[in-house]
């Protein structure tokens, strides 16, 4: 698979200016903003789509299973595909796929047409995120990835505003359906800027280990899985989606039940805390990494599982109270943490998988993560909420309960970035030939 490599790693600068690599870079940045968009209205809408559809917390938690299950069953296939043939097109088609979805969701009428609008929002989304992470590999060396990741990543916060104040706010004036529409379209436009503007670069141009073909699924697997620290830091990032998404998949009908807000003031009061605190964590994790200190992997590894460790004290504390003014201050702190994580945790995954399996251990990473936040995480807070529920019919201190017994995760995710630390200097070795 991989052949005798130069010496020293190509110069970024050789094969792109710097403005190319920021616009590229920012145009990555909002592909990912509107699929986290996607995700939030949804979770900022349930009130109103369960009240309407008279659904139980169960059933409720069942409407991130569409796109979960589908973005499971195509995310190996497309990522396959986006490692052996033009990312770019590939980002572009997903692109508008899903967020012509999206815009489809506030057209349905029933329960079973908004799950079905869901499984072709999951099918589109499948191909996005893992395309976006390999193609900014190939324009930022190993030593900058942490921090391109980064910037990267502050499509999570930005996207979560999006979709939970002006979501919220728009449904609140024009009811939940016009919120999908709302933040459908630009995907549209997005996907044809894309095509314009975005070259493919080629594959591996910035590592030193150069590969003469794209490695089979069982190979990559394989080779994954002997990496210690990548099996760690997959393993990681996948429960602090467990962990910090699964808890705000519920908080904003958390917020309505328990204080009585409407979908417009939950969302507006969240929104603000993932826009200013999301950035804030963002920006400070991108100035951090790029740090020279931080070139060794060993301190991002370290770094991801003190913040996370010390994050998970404030994400129950948020549930536990019953002070609406505490509980904020603690989503204050809490709610950072879990973007945090996701430029580092990015990084480190391209650095520990050769260059043409990137796509592909991307996809197995957000494949174990979308399970976990998507689909696990709600169902379990959804079934034990309905459990505590005696009276049946919706329940705050039923919900409560099963928030506070999904928050201490975050210790399990912090173990999983303190073991990879252990293994990762000679497991980026062997992936890109340096550290």
């Known amino acids: 698979m991989a052949s005798n490599a130069p010496n020293a790693p ?14 590229v870079l920012i145009i990555m940045m909002l592909v990912y903003t ?30 991130g299973l569409p796109l979960a299950l589908f973005y499971v069953i195509m995310g190996i296939p497309l990522s396959w595909l986006c490692d ?13 796929v899903w967020s012509f979805m999206t815009a489809i969701t506030g057209y349905t009428r029933g329960y079973l047409d908004l799950l079905l609008a869901r499984v072709g929002v999951g099918i589109g989304e499948a191909g996005g995120t893992p395309a976006c992470n390999s193609i900014i590999a190939d324009y930022f060396p190993a030593d900058r990835r942490s921090m391109a990741m980064t910037v990267f990543a502050l499509g999570a916060p930005i996207g979560a505003w999006l979709g939970s104040d002006i979501a919220g706010l728009v449904s609140t004036v024009h009811g939940w359906r016009a919120a999908f529409f709302v933040l459908g379209v630009p ?17 591996g141009r910035l590592d030193v280990v150069k590969e003469d073909k794209a490695p089979t699924i069982m190979e990559t697997m394989k080779f994954l899985w002997s990496q210690k620290s990548a099996v760690h830091a997959m393993m990681g990032s996948g429960l602090s ?24 003031e939950a969302g507006g009061m969240l929104g603000w805390i993932y826009l200013v605190g999301g950035i804030g964590a963002s920006l400070l994790t991108a100035w951090v990494v790029a740090r020279p200190t931080y070139t060794d992997p060993r301190k991002i590894a370290r770094l991801l599982a003190v913040v996370t ?22 989503w204050w702190l809490f709610i950072p943490a879990i ?16 260059p043409k399996m990137r796509a592909m251990a991307v996809a197995i990473s957000l494949v174990i993560a979308n399970v976990l ?17 005696a009276v049946g019919g919706g329940n705050a201190d039923s919900l409560r309960l099963a928030q506070l017994i999904l928050a201490p995760t975050g210790l399990w995710a912090a173990w999983h970035y303190w073991r990879a630390e252990k293994y990762i200097i000679e497991d980026q070795k062997r992936a890109i030939g340096y550290v």
Do not use: H
Request: glycine content about 6%; charged content about 15%.
């Open 241 to 264: 989606a467990f962990w910090g998404w699964g808890l705000m998949w519920f908080t904003p009908l958390f917020l309505q039940r328990t204080y009585g807000m409407d979908e417009g």
């Open 10 to 23: 190509v110069n970024a600068d050789e094969v792109s200016s710097l403005g190319q690599r920021w616009y």
């Open 187 to 203: 995907g549209i436009i997005l996907a044809l800027i894309i095509m314009v503007t975005i070259k493919e670069p080629k594959r």
């Open 373 to 389: 936040n998507l689909i696990v995480a709600p169902t379990i807070v959804g079934s034990l909420s309905d459990f505590f529920d």
């Open 84 to 96: 052996r043939t033009n990312r770019r097109n590939l980002l572009a088609a997903s692109v508008a």
């Open 339 to 354: 973007y945090f994580y996701i430029g580092p945790a990015f990084a480190l995954c391209q650095n520990l998988a050769a």
């Open 309 to 330: 460790a010390l994050a998970t004290v404030p994400s129950f504390l948020a549930y536990y109270t019953r002070d609406l003014g505490v509980a904020q201050v603690m």
């Open 34 to 63: 509107i699929s986290i968009a996607d995700r939030y209205v949804l979770s900022t809408l349930l009130g109103p789509i369960s009240k309407e559809l008279k659904l139980s917390d169960t059933e409720t938690a069942w409407l």
